[in-house]
């Protein structure tokens, strides 16, 4: 798309300089001759693939590293009222992501649904009041614990499970949907992750993935002050440690059919996307309700927060370059 490529050409002339500590070595999405480069304040280079744009962290940080970051993650700690708010609003995406796989509320129920990295588990505990069978693994043994815990005092019955997805032995009962949201990108090797998924499915089996757009316009303006405003572990939508791997539309495309998948349907969307990501709502508030409270105590701080949600969504209507993007695909 346009905007990947306007995105491309100005980073490749402002902000990545060629390494020359770390070898090329090949795109871990397409296989293609990379380019290692190295960004001002950034510890980690970043792998560049110029055939398909997919970038990634190099060299990825080790396995207790990872394990380290994500014990207690604090994203994903949430009280009972806003997890029931979640919940609801994550209904209404996941019968979006439903509606655009040809599925309905009827044919929904009973799925075998597994919901992978659930953090907070709204997903999950959305899903199973759709009607789905809901297995939901998670990374931090505190998720589980507490997405346990809420399950027992609502009477709902989910699989709760602490793992990671390349560990899961082949299911006896296949997934009919597998559901990552924003968890792609956290992985060292998302082969290995798109394997496990492909494994735990049969023909015909749907996975719905949602990371952040490597290529989103936001980006270019976070790449321009990151340094003014002390954000020098960011990069494009990597992060250390965290984001290891930033895809493109057709980085996550070819993922996914690099492991027996058909893709149904790939697009952006923004970042206060009440279906899709509606844990923003009230990170990025709506300009019109940032603007009557900009003279009150960190009036100022939501008002800017406001303005990025508002230039992001105009990015996602004018030149399909939200912040996240979406990718429903079919088992061959």
């Not at 090329?24 to 296989?31: D, E, F, N, T, Y």
């Not at 380019?35 to 990825?60: E, N």
């Not at 655009?100 to 919901?115: I, M, Q, V, W």
């Not at 009036?299 to 209507?317: E, M, N, P, V, W």
Request: net charge positive; charged share 20%.
């Amino acid at each position: 798309m346009l905007a990947d490529a306007i995105h491309s050409w100005i980073e490749q002339r402002l902000w990545l300089k060629p390494s020359t500590s770390i070898s090329p070595a090949a795109c871990v999405v397409c296989g293609s001759v990379t380019r290692v480069a190295d960004v001002k304040g950034f510890q980690s280079s970043i792998q560049d693939c110029p055939s398909c744009g997919h970038q990634s962290l190099v060299p990825l940080p080790t396995a207790k590293q990872i394990t380290d970051y994500y014990t207690g993650y604090s994203t994903t700690v949430v009280d009972r009222k806003l997890l029931d708010a979640l919940i609801a609003t994550n209904k209404n995406g996941l019968f979006q992501l439903a509606r655009k796989s040809g599925l309905t509320p009827e044919t929904f129920k009973g799925k075998k649904f597994l919901d992978f990295g659930f953090g907070a588990g709204a997903a999950a505990f959305a899903a199973c009041q759709l009607g789905a069978d809901v297995s939901a693994f998670d990374y931090d043994a505190d998720n589980v614990a507490r997405a346990r815990e809420f399950a027992s005092s609502s009477g709902a019955h989910l699989d709760f499970r602490e793992g990671s997805i390349e560990t899961i032995a082949t299911s006896p009962t296949p997934f009919d949907i597998i559901h990552a949201a924003q968890v792609v990108e956290h992985t060292p090797d998302p082969n290995a992750f798109l394997a496990a998924t492909s494994r735990n499915q049969q023909r015909g089996g749907l996975v719905w993935l949602c990371v952040p757009n490597n290529r989103a316009l936001f980006f270019l303006i976070k790449n321009s002050l990151r340094l003014k405003y002390d954000r020098e572990n960011f990069y494009n939508c990597l992060k250390e440690v965290e984001h290891l791997q930033g895809f493109t539309r057709k980085s996550l495309a070819l993922l996914v059919e690099r492991h027996g998948y058909r893709v149904v349907e790939c697009s952006d969307y923004s970042l206060r996307d009440v279906q899709f990501q509606p844990e923003n709502q009230s990170w990025y508030p709506r300009l019109g309700d940032a603007t009557s409270t900009l003279l009150g105590r960190g009036g100022l701080f939501r008002f800017q927060k406001s303005l990025i949600g508002s230039f992001d969504h105009t990015a996602h209507l004018l030149f399909r370059a939200g912040h996240y993007l979406y990718l429903i695909a079919a088992r061959k």
